[in-house]
């Protein structure tokens, strides 16, 4: 098995000093691959994403990226090197244009002008509609196209890993469906993507690998195939999730 | 149109795009830090003593004074957000307690100016030829329109470097989504102490030309400065700063025009009913929205 892009060993992360949140979770992800991290409300799915991104202290433990220990790098720092964050609450900036908005993408590399320019290009012709849109303000447009726009300013970064919590929620299924198909081409690509997902099968259906966590803790983790039709991983998992995954 | 009226409004017009400057750094500091900054009459005040300085010591023109006092101001502001701000996020209520903070910078500023400045009333002693200009039943002091035409140049600059800049892009853009700008990787910190440096490098330009439109100033009058930044600000909408333009002209023309019907005194409240009429009916100001909040 290859070496993981980005890892988190052994994390303990509290809020408020003494709210312990995480208690020494350990995730690795790889390049090329959708890791997925599952659990019931209050697992601490989406604080794990955030202590990927730097944005919660560290109590104990350490993040990894490329194997390099990067525990006191803070976000902008992390989003210079390639890590890409969208999180489940809108991160628009409501009243400015999508130009706007995917300019202020390209904070870390603004004085390169033409890469700037070349990076925005790129991103419109993935997302044509966000070029049809480009002088509206996001505020103007739909749940759907708001994620594009996160998503595209994410992908501004060329990043090698991207973070997303909970992407298609509130969306429509149909449009959701979409966002798993893209979730999945970025691995396809060669990204190592972390996905935090309420949808246990549609996680579990693009996921190569599965961490499933509990109160704060790793609970179990395992392969797709280990979650495949009537694995014993699979039955646990629907059994003490409460959840009908079919 | 009576000439009266049209001189009011004229005055109006100089006074609200002076005001508008104060609510202006009032609101970008307030809108990107969430620092309610009591303070900042004060550095008004301060700027003035600066350009009168500058004047008295070297020689140099208040409208020359304006880019020395500006990058002044900014600098020492800019460094000074270190030493202040920073700390307040561990307070349970880091609103609050930046109120207070600046409550006390802004007595402890008036205090430090009365010992340096006394008490003393002061005034630039600028002049400039002719002293009136008339225009149709308008009568205009020279001084007054130039200083017009600085402050709109300084609000084409703010609105250029806000609207047209990579800085104050970000700068609108953290005033709309704090916790947003980290992900693009923007130093939330560094953003924040140009910000403050912005606030009060425009307060201090702004003293310069309360200096030249006012007959006088002295250590005690920072108070109302702020009192009219925080109208015009609630008026035009909360960390809006353009808004507080809007609100300001619209305040400062409601005041002159009522003075010419009414004392003074009247006229001051015809200026606040305005405001206060502004929140019953739009309470997030003429340009807020709550959605930035």
């Known amino acids: ?246 | 149109m009576s000439g009266l009226l049209l001189q009011g409004i004229i005055n109006g017009l100089i006074m609200g795009v002076i005001y508008g400057l104060i609510g202006a750094g009032l609101n970008i500091v307030f809108g990107v830090l969430r620092v309610v900054n009591f303070a900042h009459g004060e550095f008004v005040i301060l700027g003035a003593y600066f350009a009168w300085f500058l004047l008295q010591a070297l020689g140099i023109q208040p409208f020359l004074a304006m880019p020395l006092t500006f990058a002044v101001f900014f600098g020492v502001s800019y460094l000074l957000y270190f030493v202040l701000i920073p700390p307040l996020a561990k307070a349970d209520d880091p609103e609050i307690s930046s109120l207070l903070l600046m409550f006390g910078v802004s007595i402890s500023m008036g205090a430090l100016m009365l010992l340096v400045f006394d008490a003393d009333a002061r005034s630039l002693s600028f002049e400039m030829e002719p002293v009136f200009l008339t225009f149709g039943p308008v009568v205009v002091p020279t001084v007054r329109l130039v200083a017009l035409a600085a402050a709109l140049m300084i609000v084409a600059g703010l609105a250029y470097f806000l609207y047209r800049t990579h800085t104050g892009k970000a700068l609108r853009a953290i005033i709309m989504n704090r916790d947003a700008v980290r992900i693009v990787g923007i130093k939330v910190e560094q953003l924040s102490a140009i910000a403050f440096g912005l606030g009060i490098g425009l307060a201090g330009v702004t003293g310069i030309l309360t200096a030249l439109v006012f007959p006088s100033f002295s250590p005690f009058v920072g108070a109302d400065y702020t009192l009219i930044g925080f109208v015009v600000i609630v008026l035009g909408g909360l960390g809006h700063p353009i808004g507080a333009m809007l609100g300001a002209i619209l305040f400062a023309v409601t005041e002159q025009v009522a003075s010419i019907y009414f004392n003074p005194s009247i006229a001051t409240i015809c200026g606040f009913v305005l405001m206060v009429a502004t929140i019953f009916v739009r309470p997030t100001g003429l340009l807020g929205r709550q959605a930035l909040r």
Request: hydrophobic share 40%.
């Open chain 1, 1 to 246: 098995m290859s070496s993981p892009t980005m890892a988190i060993k052994d994390v303990t992360v509290a809020y408020h000093g003494d709210i312990t949140i995480l208690n020494k979770v350990s995730i690795e992800a790889r390049a090329g691959q959708v890791t997925g991290i599952i659990g019931p409300n209050g697992a601490g799915k989406s604080t794990a994403l955030k202590t990927f991104f730097g944005l919660l202290p560290l109590r104990s433990g350490s993040v990894t990226l490329h194997g390099r220990d990067i525990s006191r790098q803070k976000p902008h720092d992390r989003a210079g090197e390639g890590v890409a964050f969208v999180p489940q609450h809108r991160s628009l900036f409501a009243d400015l244009s999508v130009e706007d908005n995917l300019v202020l993408g390209c904070w870390v590399f603004r004085h390169d002008k033409a890469r700037v320019r070349r990076r925005i290009d790129a991103i419109y012709d993935r997302f044509p509609i966000l070029r049809d849109k480009r002088n509206d303000p996001v505020s103007s447009m739909s749940g759907g196209q708001q994620r594009f726009v996160e998503f595209g300013r994410a992908l501004l970064l060329e990043p090698s890993v991207i973070l997303l919590d909970e992407p298609t929620a509130m969306l429509a299924p149909k449009i959701s469906r979409e966002f798993y198909t893209l979730i999945r081409s970025f691995a396809d690509e060669g990204m190592t993507v972390i996905l935090v997902d309420q949808n246990v099968r549609r996680c579990a259906e693009i996921s190569d690998h599965l961490y499933i966590l509990e109160l704060g803790r790793n609970k179990a983790d395992g392969s797709r195939e280990q979650f495949q039709e009537g694995s014993a991983l699979r039955d646990m998992v629907a059994a003490w999730m409460d959840y009908k995954i079919d």
